[in-house]
């Protein structure tokens, strides 16, 4: 059974902190992707990895850094949480291109910023 | 520049009713498409796919069809049922950058008992 794990479920965290959200797959996926979630704008992509060590900019990068130094593994970073950014973050991977577009979700991480 | 686009935020049908949901895309080079649902607090799953060679694709419950010419797919839930209540998310993979996922904004349905 494929899985992807988030660190936490539900997080608050206060303006200027510093934020590491975690998430690891199974499967043995080239892809790995950030996702924030928010009412009426649907799934926006923050950043993804095709590759250890590889990353891209989604389309709102801003705020964010991320790092995958192992294939299994990548971290989402806010370097200094605004209250903006509270969202529910999801992680995602997929083995990408060919027939297989399908990405698989982590549970997601509910970030609250005060 | 939203390339996949779910015109309607909610939906609301009785159970036992078809639900249909909608999706418009303006990209003529999306040649697959994928529709996930996502309930409150649970990360989104796959519900069911249609590549472009194909104008219908059934999977139980659920039914896709994809009218190229219109860029225009939707998905067919016959019956509905309150476990149906969910947000439904349309998705097409970027032409040029394999792997990516192009998402609309979903459609929220409630089905009513």
């Known amino acids: 059974d494929v899985k992807v794990t988030q660190s936490s479920r539900y997080l608050v965290k206060r303006t200027g902190e510093k934020v590491f959200l975690e998430c690891v797959q199974d499967?043995?996926?080239?892809?790995m992707f950030w996702y924030r979630q928010d009412p009426g704008l649907g799934l926006r992509l923050i950043y993804f990895s095709y590759d250890v060590k590889m990353k891209e900019k989604g389309d709102i990068p801003e705020g964010y850094s991320v790092s995958r130094e192992k294939k299994e593994r990548f971290s989402l970073i806010l370097e200094s949480a605004s209250t903006n950014q509270t969202s529910m973050y999801l992680c995602?991977?997929?083995?990408?291109?060919?027939?297989?577009?399908?990405?698989?979700f982590g549970p997601g991480t509910r970030l609250t910023v005060t | 520049d939203q390339q996949v686009k779910q015109n309607s935020p909610s939906l609301s049908v009785q159970e036992g009713r078809i639900s249909i949901l909608n999706c418009d895309y303006t990209n003529s080079m999306f040649d697959y498409f994928l529709w996930y649902k996502k309930y409150p607090a649970e990360g989104p799953t796959f519900l069911i796919s249609i590549s472009s060679i194909k104008d219908k694709n059934e999977d139980g419950r659920f039914t896709v069809f994809l009218n190229k010419s219109a860029k225009h797919l939707s998905l067919h839930i016959v019956p509905s049922q309150p476990g149906d209540s969910a947000v439904y998310f349309c998705?097409?993979?970027?032409?040029?950058?394999?792997?990516?996922?192009?998402f609309g904004q979903g459609t929220e349905l409630s089905v009513k008992p």
């Open positions: 995602a991977s997929g083995a990408g291109g060919g027939s297989s577009y399908e990405q698989y």
């Open positions: 998705a097409a993979p970027s032409y040029n950058q394999g792997g990516k996922l192009i």
């Open positions: 499967m043995d996926h080239e892809n």
